[in-house]
């Protein structure tokens, strides 16, 4: 751990349990209420004014904001959110990966609905074939998770959880297209009737592939996509609930040579990357609430992913399996929450053609975690997870053990000013599929050999204030301080015909903070600000330590006017700065600009326009991404946008 951050945690720690006892605190005025939002990720059916654990939630409403700039996947979510970073790793294919607190995406557990089906051979493309439309909110952990989520959970969790049906029933379409030719077209239906309800999504997105800079080569490549997510579900009495559900996509992405993906390669013109993808899964959830609001859950996931990777003169495929099954009983008292379970995960990845690269892990984990009430301003949640995987391929096998305990504690000194303060040990097993091995397309990678797994210990702690100013008029501030330390870190080294994987000597630390300002008037005027300071270094690096593709400073604006019912405004900035690349060269600094609007027409239509990157910042202008020749390109590190400038604009209608 840094010298600086660790006696920062500890001694805000100290401060925040003596301002807590301090019986002198007084009475103030309660504050307008927030609004009462359940969240998932806990379990324990708390509210987030209530959850020790630290999780910042994206609702209904945004996600339906970030929708219009986005319909086909929720990248667009999560890359306007502080302390989230989407990563582009292809500069042809478009692929991209999450980033928190500035560690690589394989740190960040995605999850849909609890479910872990989105790593290893499939966590390059998970954003691109995650749609938003039928999201009810999107949770996010930041810093260690380990307790409820095991292993791969170190940076942080990302869970996106998915609408349940009601009686009232919900039937939403929306059409789009934008000028850099894409169009999309997307359906979500769901209805209760008796003791049977059914979700129902389906998604087409169309790319044609798009050329801003006039280089010959695509932005973004020629794609489509399709997705079909059908859920059923039983409820034969009012405490029991059987779930069944599938969802399916597939699909092609050819980016690279313009001529060639026309159809008119030449001796000159023959580049190009192409990636066909199928993936299905297939859940299964059972619920029961038993007496006392006690309650058990099995949850139950099949995940199949078929991907091929083609460049010319070279083919990557492989076939990745992931079985989860997860029982857990959780308990109710007065003062307490008590969740127990066990889980099991397998997962499997056999490369087509050969089995180079083959590898697959077995885990099998018990876990417990108590919320405990202590008083009504003092709630502690501490939990314990031990897990013990075994991995393998044709190289090696190993069998490890993991104890991985978590403690947090939320503080509410008064009306206005809370707290929380929390840690824990991580772990993540090795593996090939990196943001670095992504780009390469897995060329001349050697399998893993005699590796060891990944371990971590982290912490965040924050403050919170909020206050009404005047009747019509709410500020809130939130200020986040976190620390990470991956020890043993899986790099790559370079053998000269191949690279190779090994364990670095010295560690990984991440530490910085976040702070998050947001004031509202009357409800109809919203204005947030956000700012990121991130310093995170590879101690193994000799000379200049910064992790790449990171910026150190990074601010987000957004400016809201709404009428509900009627019309919605929006403009947001964001500055980011300088960022080290892979070969050390340092970029530039950029502002980018979007505004949105939405009309509604009639009870049940509306109307949007959103002006994406208006400013046209764009990697291009600042250095060509392309460079050699163009049967033989190379590609710089993506920093930025490389589409430019983007107008979309469509219908949506809600009944």
Known sequence: MTKIALPLLLLFSICSMAQVQNDTIKKEKEPEELEEVKVQSTRTSRTIRNTPTRIE??????????????????????????????????????????RVQGLDGRYTQLLKDGYPNFGNFASGLSILEIPPLDLKQVEVIKGPASTLFGGGAIAGVVNFISKTPSEEGEYNFILNHSNIRQSNFGAYASERKGKFGYTVLGLLNLQKAYDVDNDDFSETPKSNNFTINPKIFYYPNETTTFMLGNSFTKASMTGGDMFVIAGSSNDLHTYFEKNETIRNTTVFEFDKIMAGKNSFKLKQSLSIFDRKINIPNYEFAGFNTNVFTDASYLWNTKKQTIIAGLNILYDNFEQKNISTLDS??????????????????IKLENGLRIDNVSYSNPNFSKNQTFILPKVSALFKFNSKWSSRIGGGLGYKIPTIFTEQTETIQYQNVEALNNVKSEKSIGGTTDVNFRTNISEDFVFSINQMLF???????????NNGSSISFINAEKPIVSNGFETNVKFIFKE????FVGYTFTDAKGKYLSGNQFLPLLPKNKLNMALIFEKEHNFKLGLEGFFTDKQYLYNGTQTSTFWEFGFMAEKTLWKNYSFFIN?????DTRQSKYKPVVSGSHSNPTFDDIWTHTEGATINGGIKLKF
């Open 483 to 493: 620390l990470t330390q991956i020890n043993k870190p899986l790099i790559l080294q």
């Open 360 to 377: 697959k892990s077995f885990t099998t984990g018990a876990y417990i975690q108590q919320t405990w009430d202590i008083s009504e301003n």
């Open 57 to 98: 939630t994206i609702d209904a409403e945004e996600l339906d904001e970030k929708g219009n700039m986005k319909p086909g996947n929720v990248s667009m979510v999560l890359h306007e959110s502080t302390g989230l970073q989407v990563q582009q790793t292809s500069a042809t294919s478009g692929n991209a990966s999450i």
């Open 611 to 615: 002006f994406e990157n208006f400013t």
């Open 524 to 527: 109809d005027l919203k204005f």
